[in-house]
């Protein structure tokens, strides 16, 4: 199984670029992302960011975060064979359909997207 990071955190506000503006000026960190609805922001030279959501709640279970992989399919399909839940099959993406990703469940019902 190749997953080999986490990468991205949600977290919630309610304006994204005053949220961008406050991370960046007072925490120092650099912008990782800058696309619509997907601003990610962390510290210099880091792999992990935070996604600054826009006023939206997390849909029960979503967690906001992203493990990657090297091979999705195939990790996907690892999975699988272990018996993980996916309450989302492997999938291309609603938002850029040169991107796939899956939504995988824990025990406890807490989600985790796998991209």
């Known amino acids: 199984m190749a997953i080999k990071q986490i990468a991205t955190v949600a977290v919630m ?15 120092g960190f650099e912008i990782m992302s800058n696309e619509s609805h997907w601003i990610v922001v ?11 959501c826009p006023d939206e709640k997390l849909e029960p279970g979503n ?3 992203m493990l990657k992989a090297d091979n999705v ?3 996907y399909r690892e999975l699988k064979k272990k018996g993980v839940e996916f309450t989302r099959d492997l999938a291309k993406s609603e ?4 991107v796939i990703y899956a ?13």
């Open 13 to 27: 506000v309610s304006d994204e670029d005053k949220a961008k503006k406050w991370y960046t000026n007072k925490l």
């Open 73 to 75: 399919e195939k990790t």
């Open 42 to 52: 962390g510290p210099k030279g880091s792999s992990t960011g935070l996604h600054l």
């Open 95 to 98: 938002w850029d359909e040169e």
């Open 63 to 65: 967690q906001g975060i």
């Open 103 to 115: 939504v995988l469940k824990d025990p406890y019902g807490n989600e985790f997207w796998l991209m």
